[in-house]
């Protein structure tokens, strides 16, 4: 059983930056989804396993990024430019597997994180 815990979120301004961390049991394949309310549970970003391959969703392209600290077993999801439509409940997650695949669907994913909640106020 793969354990992931998130921190980082918080209540920020349109425009600001914020920074969410996912620390697992294990070093795994990892990816962040959202899901603000009233909403489905979209995708936000990917990382395979080595960190080299990365996957994002259009709304978050050129403002979010995705990275690990393999010797954490950390991720990490740097977002800039904040807006309110970013606002929602971000969960981290983890799936299993060596490859170098970074789906988009939540299907994929085995573990999940409890969430941490995200405000962007205008």
Do not use: H
Not at 18 to 26: F, K
Not at 97 to 106: E, K, L, N
Not at 110 to 118: A, K, L, N, P, S
């Amino acid at each position: 059983q793969v354990q992931l815990v998130e921190s980082g979120g918080g209540l920020v301004q349109a425009g600001d930056s914020l920074r969410l961390s996912c620390a697992a049991s294990e070093r795994i394949a990892m990816g962040w989804f959202r899901q603000a309310p009233g909403k489905e549970r979209e995708f936000v970003a990917a990382l395979s396993r080595s960190g080299a391959i990365t996957n994002y969703a259009d709304s978050v392209k050129g403002r979010f990024t995705i990275s690990r600290d393999n010797a954490k077993n950390t991720a990490y999801l740097q977002m800039i430019s904040l807006k309110p439509e970013d606002t929602a409940v971000y969960y981290c997650a983890a799936r299993l597997g060596f490859d170098a695949r970074v789906p988009a669907t939540s299907v994929a994913y085995v573990y999940w994180g409890q969430g941490t909640q995200v405000t962007v106020s205008s």
